[in-house]
Every structure is written in C-alpha cells, then in structure tokens.
Nanobody
C-alpha cells in the first residue's frame, strides 16, 4: 500500500501562488502515475494534473494549463503542485492521489487511482 500526506494548503488572494506537496511512503515502487485532484463544495472531484512516475510525462486540466505545474522528486518520494495566478474558482480541497500498477486509461480520471491523501484546503479570495 501507499500512504500520501498533503501539505502546503492555505488562503491566498486572487493572483497569488501556493505550492502543495505530497509525501508518499510505503510501497512507492509500485506507483505508475500520481496526480492532484480537487473538489469544491457541491462539485464533483476533478483531475487537475498528473505525472507519470517513470517518464515524467504530465497532463493538465484545461482550466489550469499555463498556471499550474506538477512535478516530482522521485528520490524524495514527493509530489508537488505549483499553483500560480490563482483564481477564486480554484478554491477547493486538493487531494494527492497515486496509481499503483499499470493503468491504460486517463490519468485525470479519479477512478484511475487507488490511493488518496486526506486533502488540503486551498482558499482563494477575491
């Protein structure tokens, strides 16, 4: 199994930046890709960004392209999400997620993932 712990959430004003971190532990060798998801009140959980562990290939939701950057430090078993130019609509609980084992489908699909962190709140005020 894989354990995931997010950190770095908080409150910022529109246009500001935050950097989220996700520390992974356990059977991290099995991780195929990792991602960041977010869920706003009354909304479905949506994929924000994902990265393939071995290749570093990234995918982003259209809503965050050009503003958010996902990265990983495999030596530290840590995933990051750099969020710039934040907007009020970015307000949500952000979750780190990991896929253990091969998966051929979309890495921005919540159902692709089998491990989840607790979530960290990001609030962007106007």
């Amino acid at each position: 199994q894989v354990q995931l712990v997010e950190s770095g959430g908080g409150s910022v004003q529109a246009g500001g930046s935050l950097r989220l971190s996700c520390a992974a532990s356990g059977n991290t060798y099995s991780t195929y890709f990792m991602g960041w998801f977010r869920q706003a009140p009354g909304k479905e959980r949506e994929g924000v960004a994902a990265i393939y562990t071995s290749s570093g290939t990234t995918r982003y939701a259209d809503s965050v392209k050009g503003r958010f950057t996902i990265s990983q430090d495999n030596a530290k078993n840590t995933l990051y999400l750099q969020m710039n130019m934040l907007k009020p609509e970015d307000t949500a609980v952000y979750f780190c997620a990991a896929r253990a084992g091969f998966y051929a489908g979309s890495c921005l699909d919540r159902y692709a993932y089998n491990y989840w962190g607790q979530g960290t709140q990001v609030t962007v005020s106007s």
